[in-house]
């Protein structure tokens, strides 16, 4: 514990008024079957992990409390969803895409009234910088709105008839039921609602449960989205997972899981479901993305796209680099930079200006990461920056380790904070066979110049990860672009399109091309006898 990091710590004073929370945010609302209901029960108190300093010494701040509701309430909110959807009858599952589509743009208008509220309370419960936290709700309202375009474009080419062998047939995307939505608490409003919104626009219900931390951030939207949807669409719970959760999953009436988290934790709740075959899962879990620098990699641009990449918002990022390979010849340049770059970073409070490394949102982190480093330095590697292994409270400064070997735990245990571990390797084939025995394969990073053997590791790689950067740091975006990975790292791909693609299956309405059955199908389509049947597109 060190006194210079207890300094950054401010007074209640001391916070800028912009950014400041009202008092206490005590929330008993959650919603189900389009009312907010009041939950009169014991509540989860939501601890920041921005500690304030008074007279009495470091307090951690305490900004509020969420209903801990119990299983009880997850299955009404379950029937509330199930009710909705009606076996793919009900009024939301029905509604031409145009419909739907207007709802989510009315929650759109009522979601950017609330920008100022939902960016302060990142801040303050994940410890999110503040333009990182803006970045997250705007790039959030993109998404949502790119996701129309996606349902656009996808319903103009379905509205389409194909002929083949003397069958005409017009092949749509229908809803497939009730999802439930859960999130990462270090993208709690991005990640979630990549999810959650190509589920509503394709016409599933959904019960969605947000993350264990960015919890009170969701309830500036709860009018929103009870008033923008038709009753039981959309229904938001609270409580510990084990005891909500499992009990959705157990009901077997859950046909959609989308969980960004542990494969540990969603392995766990997909085999609780009765019946396994009938539920479709799309999730994001863990990584161990490393980065490979050749010896002819440009070291500047290297260690730049590295501190990125592996310190953005305290490295808490599925996509962050989580361990960097260097070719020895060139350890010693590239460490002396990296590490000079690494103890430049400015360490504050979330919304401090230029700030780069900010509290640790996970209680009991900073010990964890210790842990990772002392396994580390007692098996032969050391800390080389001058500020790394210093803590206090919530903060772990980014602490640089090497040598590390296969061996030690940071090998392989994916972090998920500011600790950079870093091996050396002589032959390609070190650096290929460490990601083919790897139990993850979301992504990886390659430096380097030479076109041939850069070539060699994308083949060596193609099947192993779901994305290969050259040059670059690991990233989810474009949105457009496919979001996955193998192994322990993922099941099932988003993007944009994907995304709506996961969330609905391919319904099609076939027939004989003889005259009568062509009158038929141009009878219903003139008419306007069938919402599902139609030429109408959105432009």
Not at 487 to 495: I, N, P, V
Request: charged share 25%; glycine share 8%.
């Amino acid at each position: 514990m060190t006194t210079a990091l207890d300094d950054l710590f401010p007074t209640d004073a001391q916070v800028p008024p912009g950014v400041r929370l009202p008092a206490y945010l005590e929330q008993r609302e959650y919603l189900v079957g389009g009312e907010l209901r009041i939950w009169p029960g014991e509540l989860n108190p939501v601890q920041s992990p921005v500690f304030v300093r008074t007279p009495e010494g470091l307090k951690q701040k305490v900004i509020g409390a969420t209903p801990l509701l119990t299983s009880r309430e997850s299955l009404d909110a379950l029937a509330a969803a199930v009710k909705a959807y009606d076996l793919g009858r009900g009024v939301w599952p029905t509604l031409r895409v145009a419909e739907r589509i207007e709802h989510v743009e009315r929650f759109l208008v009522a979601m950017r009234a609330q920008r100022t509220a939902v960016v302060n309370l990142l801040m303050w419960e994940i410890g999110k910088p503040q333009p990182d936290s803006e970045k997250e709700f705007d790039r959030t309202v993109d998404l949502i709105v790119e996701t129309i375009r996606a349902l656009k474009e996808l319903d103009r080419t379905s509205s389409r008839f194909i002929q083949d062998q003397g069958i005409m047939a017009q092949i749509r995307r229908a809803p497939m039921g009730v999802a439930l939505c859960m999130g990462p608490y270090n993208y709690p409003l991005n990640e979630t609602f990549s999810t959650l919104f190509p589920a509503l626009l394709m016409g599933n219900t959904v019960v969605f449960k947000p993350a264990k931390f960015g919890v009170l951030l969701v309830r500036p939207l709860l009018e929103a989205f009870r008033d923008c949807f038709p009753p039981g669409v959309i229904n938001i719970i609270y409580g510990r997972g084990r005891e909500t959760v499992g009990a959705l999953m157990e009901s077997g009436k859950v046909d959609l899981f989308a969980f960004i988290g542990t494969n540990k934790g969603a392995s766990e709740l997909k085999r609780m479901h009765p019946h396994p075959h009938r539920l479709k899962s799309v999730l994001g879990l863990d990584a161990k993305n490393p980065a490979i620098i050749l010896e002819d990699a440009d070291l500047d641009n290297a260690v730049k796209e590295c501190i990125t990449g592996t310190l953005s918002f305290n490295g808490q990022r599925c996509t962050a680099l989580k361990l960097l390979v260097v070719h020895r010849r060139i350890v010693d340049a590239f460490l002396e930079k990296f590490t000079a770059a690494v103890d430049k970073l400015k360490p504050g409070m979330p919304w401090d200006p230029g700030v780069a490394i900010t509290p640790l949102p996970e209680p009991g982190k900073a010990a964890y990461l210790q842990g990772l480093v002392d396994d580390a330095v007692s098996k032969g590697a050391r800390v080389v920056n001058k500020t790394g292994g210093q803590s206090s409270r919530s903060f772990y400064a980014p602490t640089v380790v090497y040598p590390v070997t296969k061996d030690m735990r940071l090998a392989g245990e994916e972090q998920f904070g500011p600790v950079v571990p870093v091996m050396v390797f002589d032959e390609d084939e070190e650096a290929v066979r460490l990601v083919v025995e790897s139990q993850f394969g979301q992504q990886l990073s390659l430096f380097g110049k030479d076109s041939a053997r850069i070539g060699r590791f994308i083949d060596a790689f193609s099947n192993q990860v779901g994305r290969i950067n050259l040059n670059c740091q690991c990233q989810r975006g474009p949105d457009t672009f496919p979001f996955n990975g193998r192994k322990d790292s993922a099941e099932g791909t988003l993007s944009v399109a994907d995304a709506l693609r996961v969330f609905s299956i391919r319904t099609l309405v076939a027939t004989k091309t003889t005259p009568d059955n062509t009158t038929l199908v141009q009878s219903i389509l003139t008419r306007r006898e069938s919402d599902f049947l139609t030429t109408d597109f959105l432009f």
